[in-house]
């Protein structure tokens, strides 16, 4: 094997890649010809790239194109999360420390899962995806991870017979959440269960939409300016949602995200000039590194001690500290996953209370995440997912 590798790295660039696909060649052939990967009593949906696919009527190896997925799947599949899940791209490992540790210790066998790739779309290995002999692959919309729609990566896939169904967490939460909910829930059989979950999340998500809506009708009503600072202090000022992800939320819990004025897609960055000119009335930072690792202290893992005091930190860094927010103390911190888990109804509840308190006065987040874990979730409900300065010692 070294050997081989040593003559493919002395190769010019141009012959290495024609040997890798000469190499997926072969495995698709062969899976085709064995007929280990072809569909039976197939079935169509339409996934949220807007393609019909057939899938198995009974699915038993899934894919995750995404690691975080397994939030979905734990979800449908409660105790029994980890039962179908033949191979996962690995951001879940690699980047969501706290979330694996959580998941690993009520299910061990995540440890033996095959990795196919690391936490980008170009580390996504077709031939370690087609080794674990999938009946389904579910990849994100967005391609933030993992291979996105028409990638060659997913026509490799679909041209060795195996089905790749989009869903979207993440680019437009609040449209495409429930569809990808009743989407996954169909292909894996458990149509009971995702209803059973969308019914617990339109109630919660539909309460504050209600209420925004009414009082937004009303003289004097005025949303406060926000902005998103996504993984504050782990990189330079400042990551920030645009028209999506975690700026819809904020816009449906009465704010005013100011990164969607310059940011047309779901996310991108905002320059430190542009927040301080805006500056906005309430600074929400996302974490998700347990403590000591930078940025806001989040997660399974974190104290409310640990969260509250890096949230402080954070806010007080020279790009942020003169806000009128970190000024007047409307300083907030909230698990940076919420971005792309359908848990965000905690995410929403925790906005509108912090945006508009008053109107809010009676939403318990915290009320909310239990419920949500002791319905829905196979892991205990642990750790900190959201805070403020308040929190800190």
């Not at 995540?110 to 009946?135: H, N």
């Not at 998500?205 to 809506?213: L, P, T």
């Not at 047309?264 to 974490?287: F, K, W």
Request: net charge neutral.
């Amino acid at each position: 094997m070294e050997t081989v590798n040593t003559e493919r790295a002395a190769m010019p660039s141009g012959w290495a890649r024609s040997l890798r696909r000469l190499g997926i060649g072969c495995l698709i052939a062969g899976a085709i010809a064995g007929g280990s990967m072809q569909l039976a009593q197939a079935a169509q949906v339409r996934d949220l790239a807007g393609r019909d696919v057939q899938v198995p009527d009974k699915v038993q190896r899934v894919l995750l194109g995404e690691g975080r997925l397994i939030y979905t799947l734990a979800i449908l599949e409660d105790k029994q999360a980890f039962a179908r899940v033949a191979g996962w791209q690995g951001d879940f490992r690699g980047l969501d420390v706290q979330g694996y540790a959580a998941f690993a210790q009520t299910f061990p066998q995540a440890a033996q899962v095959p990795v196919v790739g690391g936490a980008t779309p170009e580390s996504f290995s077709v031939e370690k995806a087609l080794s674990v002999r999938p009946d389904v692959a579910f990849m994100a919309l967005t391609g933030g991870h993992g291979p996105g729609p028409g990638s060659e990566a997913v026509q490799q896939l679909e041209a060795a017979g195996v089905p790749v169904v989009f869903v979207d967490f993440s680019s437009q939460p609040l449209t495409h959440t429930v569809p990808s909910l009743r989407l996954m829930g169909q292909v894996l059989g458990r149509q009971a269960r995702a209803a059973e979950y969308i019914a617990f999340y339109e109630a919660h998500v539909g309460q504050v939409r209600e209420r925004v809506a009414k009082a937004a009708a009303q003289p004097g009503f005025r949303r406060p300016t926000v902005v998103v600072d996504m993984l504050a202090g782990l990189r330079d000022c400042c990551g920030s949602p645009g028209k999506g992800n975690l700026g819809q939320m904020v816009e449906l819990a009465g704010g005013e995200n100011i990164g969607a004025g310059r940011i047309p897609g779901p996310t991108g960055n905002l320059s430190t000039e542009y927040i301080l000119a805006r500056d906005p009335q309430v600074y929400v930072a996302t974490g998700v590194f347990a403590a000591g690792q930078g940025g806001v202290t989040l997660g399974y893992q974190a104290t409310p001690e640990q969260a509250g005091s890096s949230l402080r930190e954070v806010a007080r860094r020279p790009e942020t500290r003169e806000l009128s927010a970190v000024r007047q103390g409307r300083v907030h911190g909230l698990w940076h996953i919420f971005y792309d888990s359908p848990e965000h109804p905690i995410a929403v509840e925790a906005l509108a209370k912090w945006l508009h308190p008053e109107l809010f006065a009676d939403l318990d987040p915290q009320r909310t995440r239990a419920e949500l874990y002791q319905r829905f979730m196979p892991i205990p409900m642990r750790g900190v997912l959201l805070t403020d300065e308040a929190a800190a010692p």
